[in-house]
């Protein structure tokens, strides 16, 4: 029999009064509570760990952790009906879970000078709390243990298990190590209960006015971020540079919570970004950014703080929240626009470019958040994935948004914006080197909670460039002509605190508002020389240091190994002729066998020794006599006699006519070669012609052809052609390619072989 699912499932129990059997479902919905299934536990509240190593403290925090622990322990025990009864009606429980939820420390609060006990504590408990949500958010468990899954969305939705708020802080939460099940739980929450998705769409307008507050507290105003006109006596007096320290802490901790929950819940649940699509969420973040981020960085690096922590806190948390604004705006692009043109065909994507083409466009007069955003994502390699997807593509208005883009990078070097692992942040007011100064431990501890995240520095965000050279002496020269009793030194320090700004410097110094730091230096300190730095010739490091040829570390190189131009390997011939090596050696050993003679000088007296010298002159006594010449037996004078003749008799047949045309044409050769013999310098061509029309007509009447040129010709035209006449035009006609003037080529070699053409 197959397996009931829980909310169709009855239960028979004894009635503990009556003592009667009765029937009761496995889940109750018409009573808030189900006393005979639902356990008397009591959830206690959550808190969050204590920041300072307080003994009762932590002994409070370790034993609440430990009882809540426990107590989700016991629940995860439960069987599947007896869970579902508790989660549904126990309201300690949903309470415990949403204070957890709300006070957790987040990955981006630094739990400073945290116990160790209490870091095993709040793991075990996240742990829990997790496995928690994970087992009321699955419908069917097993085979057996399962509920109907438009029950259950019923069950979640209408008991408020899950709600948008809290789906934010569980991504918020739980997306950095359990990305993949935390997807899962959050679809099959959309996908039973699709009524999310119109809860996430009326959120959303909440979501963006919390972009409006914090432009609201810092005195800006975002586009439509009010419906109501300002008053005309309302001033606005507070900016992020005047506001209390506290309120400037309150903003910063406010949207970097907002950023990080809205990019975590957009990277754990893509499909949410076409709801957060239709209300321009693009456009809103976009202009958010180019209105409080400046405002705010400028604000944190200007002001005066009693404690570096609290200004590097500030800044890494301003910088984490530019950082996931972009990267939400990133993915909601990627989602709504370029995922969909990856995975359609070439006809449907046409709406997704137009809305990419139109996002860019309603967001280039941000130009800083243009700059950074092209510094995370080139928006070049997106403009080009649309250029190899549409062969349509506009390309002017995708050439527009590229210049654009260029063009919020003038003024700012690209080499200067690098995404950089946890950045250290700008010179505050009381001095750069009282940062770089702060001990180790402070470090360690401000860059505990960002171990894990990759901050963004951004192009405006980097480090000012400090000048140096003939610049940075005009300055000092400017001060010191209308303050001359200062010390070059002083006034160095002094540009180098208010960023290399003369004017402030000289307004700061008249006005005595100086930082501390500044008040307590010698007005009449000098300017410290720098050392001059190591010599490039010991500091230089190459693959040709220490080699036999560097003259920076050895005295002597060989000379010899060195050669100017191109080395010639081969010996030219020159060479080798003069080369007299071999001879040398050739000579002295046929020295040895008395071979080779030198020339002796002749003395007198001996001459007649040396006067019989070799005579070399041509014998040619016998050269009449012709040897053999008459001998009568010689076989060329046989064969001139009479050349060799075959029988008739003995020829086979068709060769008798053969040898007699040969012979003819021999004959012919023979007169041929006489009249060439004839010394003619130009013959007659009319005799020529004479000549080969006999020896053709000799020829036809040897053979006994007679030509008829009166049957082709036949009757006058309208008298009828006989047979005769029909055949021989027939003839004519399929084989005149052979005469007439088709073989010109073969007819002229002819007239030249018979000397009709004088070559």
Excluded at 363 to 390: G, H, K, M, N, T
Excluded at 468 to 497: H, M, N, R, T, Y
Excluded at 593 to 610: C, F, K, N, R
Aim: net charge negative; glycine share 4%; charged share 30%.
């Amino acid at each position: 029999m197959p397996a009931l699912p829980l909310d169709e499932l009855q239960l028979t129990e004894r009635d503990p009064k009556t003592g009667k059997l009765r029937t009761l479902p496995a889940l109750c919905f018409g009573f808030l509570q189900h006393p005979e299934i639902k356990a008397d536990r009591s959830f206690v509240l959550y808190r969050p760990p204590p920041v300072v190593r307080d003994p009762a403290l932590v002994e409070e925090f370790l034993e609440r952790a430990k009882f809540i622990a426990d107590d989700l322990n016991w629940l995860l025990a439960l069987p599947h009906d007896k869970f579902w009864c508790q989660v549904i009606f126990d309201e300690t429980l949903q309470k415990c879970l949403d204070s957890y939820l709300c006070y957790a420390p987040r990955k981006f609060d630094a739990l400073l000078d945290c116990h160790p006990e209490v870091n095993d504590m709040q793991k075990c408990l996240h742990r829990s709390v997790f496995l928690t949500f994970l087992r009321m958010s699955t419908h069917k468990e097993s085979k057996d243990h399962f509920i109907t899954p438009s029950v259950f969305g019923e069950i979640i939705y209408n008991n408020f298990l899950f709600d948008i708020p809290k789906i934010l802080d569980l991504c918020v939460l739980f997306g950095k190590g359990n990305g993949l099940l935390l997807q899962k739980m959050i679809e099959n929450i959309f996908t039973q209960q699709p009524s999310y998705f119109s809860d996430l769409d009326e959120t959303l307008p909440t979501v963006l006015q919390v972009f409006n507050n914090i432009l609201h507290k810092c005195g800006l105003q975002c586009e439509g971020a009010s419906a109501e006109p300002q008053k005309l006596e309302e001033k606005v007096n507070v900016t992020p540079g005047n506001m209390p320290l506290q309120e400037l802490k309150d903003i910063v901790l406010y949207l970097c919570d907002t950023c990080t929950t809205l990019w975590a819940f957009l990277d754990v649940f893509p499909l949410a970004c076409q709801t957060f699509q239709k209300h321009e969420f693009c456009y809103r973040l976009a202009s958010f950014y180019e209105l409080a981020i400046p405002e705010l960085e400028s604000a944190i690096k200007k002001r005066h703080y009693e404690d570096n922590s609290v200004f590097a806190d500030l800044w890494r948390r301003i910088s984490h929240s530019r950082k996931k604004m972009i990267e939400a705006f990133h993915i909601l692009i990627n989602q709504v626009c370029l995922q969909p043109i990856l995975e359609s065909s070439c006809e449907n994507i046409q709406p997704f470019i137009e809305e990419f083409l139109q996002i860019f466009t309603s967001v280039l007069q941000e130009r800083r958040f243009l700059r950074d955003y092209d510094e995370l994502f080139p928006v070049e390699d997106d403009v080009s994935l649309l250029q190899q997807a549409s062969s349509t593509l506009d390309e002017t208005r995708t050439a527009y948004i590229l210049q654009a883009v260029e063009s919020a990078w003038e003024g700012v070097d690209r080499k200067k914006a690098q995404v950089v692992k946890d950045p250290t942040p700008p010179a505050a007011s009381n001095g750069a080197s009282a940062i770089v100064e702060s001990t180790a431990e402070d470090m360690e501890e401000l860059g505990a909670a960002y171990a894990s995240e990759d901050e963004c520095a951004g192009a405006a965000a980097a480090p000012i460039v400090k000048v140096s050279g003939v610049e940075l002496d005009s300055l000092i020269s400017q001060v010191k002509d209308l303050l001359p009793d200062l010390g070059e030194g002083f006034i160095l320090a002094c540009l180098e605190e208010y960023s290399y700004n003369a004017e402030q410097v000289i307004n700061n110094i008249l006005e005595d508002k100086l930082v501390p730091y500044l008040d307590k230096l010698d007005r009449t300190m000098q300017r410290q020389l720098k050392p001059d730095p190591t010599p490039l010739v010991t500091s230089r490091y190459n693959v040709f240091q220490n080699d036999e040829f560097d003259v920076f570390s050895r005295d002597s190189v060989d000379v010899s190994r060195i050669q100017k131009g191109k080395r010639r390997e081969k010996d030219t011939t020159r060479s080798l002729l003069n080369d007299k090596r071999l001879v040398a050696e050739q000579k002295e050993r046929y020295s040895q066998y008395s071979v080779i003679v030198e020339e002796i000088p002749v003395q007198q007296g001996e001459a007649q020794l040396y006067r019989e010298d070799y005579e070399d002159e041509y014998d040619d006594t016998y050269d009449g006599n012709q040897v053999g010449a008459n001998d009568a037996d010689s076989d060329d004078e046989l064969i001139s006699r009479r050349p060799f003749t075959i029988p008739q008799v003995l020829r086979p047949k068709g060769q008798e006519e053969g040898q007699e045309e040969e012979e003819e044409d021999e004959e012919e050769e023979e007169e041929a070669e006489k009249e060439r013999a004839k010394d003619h310098f130009v013959q007659d061509p009319a005799v020529l012609r004479e000549r080969a029309e006999a020896r053709r007509l000799a020829y036809l009447a040897r053979k006994g052809h007679k030509h008829d040129s009166s049957a082709v010709v036949g009757n006058v035209k309208g008298h009828g052609q006989n047979r005769e006449t029909v055949q021989e035009r027939r003839k004519k006609e399929a084989n005149k390619s052979t005469r007439a003037n088709h073989n010109r080529r073969v007819m002229a070699d002819r007239k030249r072989n018979k000397g009709m053409i004088p070559s």
